[in-house]
């Protein structure tokens, strides 16, 4: 069992930037794919990035290119997404995920653990 709670959600003016962080428990972190995701109202989940198990690969929607970067501790089990230039589009509840079975990409439906989500809203 992975637990995940992220932090660092909050209200942002356009233009700002904000440093999610999500915590999972045990000790096989290190083995994990660990994705990003959120979902505003209304709208189904989307994907945002993810970063390879030792952290040396990761990959962006394009709404995140370029603004988005994500980066992982293995040491302190901890995954971030740092956010640049937020936009209003970009409010949304984030999630992290967590893929055991080392699965690198997009589909929701292949990360099996997932925090509880941090609110971010972006004012115009």
């Known amino acids: 069992q992975v637990q995940l709670v992220e932090s660092g959600g909050g209200l942002v003016q356009a233009g700002g930037s904000l440093r999610l962080s999500c915590v999972a428990s045990g000790r096989a972190f290190s083995t994990y794919t660990m994705g990003w995701f959120r979902q505003a109202p209304g709208k189904e989940r989307e994907f945002v990035g993810v970063?390879?198990?030792?952290?040396?690969?990761?990959s962006y929607a394009d709404s995140a290119k370029g603004r988005f970067t994500i980066s992982r501790d293995n040491a302190k089990n901890t995954v971030y997404l740092q956010m640049n230039s937020l936009k209003p589009e970009d409010t949304a509840v984030y999630y992290c995920?967590?893929?055991?079975?080392?699965?690198?990409?997009?589909?929701?439906?292949?990360?099996?653990?997932w925090g509880q989500g941090t609110q971010v809203t972006v004012s115009s």
């Open positions: 995920a967590a893929a055991v079975s080392g699965y690198y990409g997009a589909r929701w439906q292949e990360y099996g653990y």
């Open positions: 970063i390879s198990r030792a952290g040396g690969t990761t």
